[in-house]
């Protein structure tokens, strides 16, 4: 069974940068697409970015040309480098793995807060 870890969050200012990962204890092939959501304080979770299997990419129009989802297959990790980071991007960041059958797998998260 694949196992997902986030990792990268933390305490940034508006306009600054955070790079999460999302780390495969497994092949990250194993997945036809990888997905980051985010939830923030009292809201639903909502999808922020894909990377499908073939490498084609996805994003909310609320992160676009701001987010940059990414892979490095050697490491079988996806990224997602946040920039021009607004206090509304604050929210707990999941990634979530969506295999070919069967359920998806969900990282435990990584709480990213953008704050003055």
């Known amino acids: 069974q694949v196992q997902l870890v986030e990792s990268g969050g933390g305490l940034v200012q508006p306009g600054g940068s955070l790079r999460l990962s999302c780390a495969a204890s497994?092949?990250?092939?194993?997945?036809?697409?990888v997905v980051w959501h985010r939830q923030a304080p009292g809201k639903q979770r909502e999808l922020v970015a894909v990377?499908?299997?073939?490498?084609?990419?996805k994003y909310a129009d609320s992160v676009l040309g701001r987010f940059t989802i990414s892979r490095d297959n050697a490491k079988n990790t996806v990224y997602l480098q946040m920039n021009s980071l607004r206090p509304e991007d604050t929210a707990v960041y999941y990634c979530?793995?969506?295999?070919?059958?069967?359920?998806?797998?969900w990282g435990q998260g990584t709480q990213v807060t953008v704050s003055s």
């Open positions: 497994g092949s990250i092939f194993a997945f036809n697409a």
């Open positions: 979530k793995g969506e295999p070919p059958a069967g359920d998806d797998y």
């Open positions: 990377m499908l299997s073939g490498g084609q990419t």
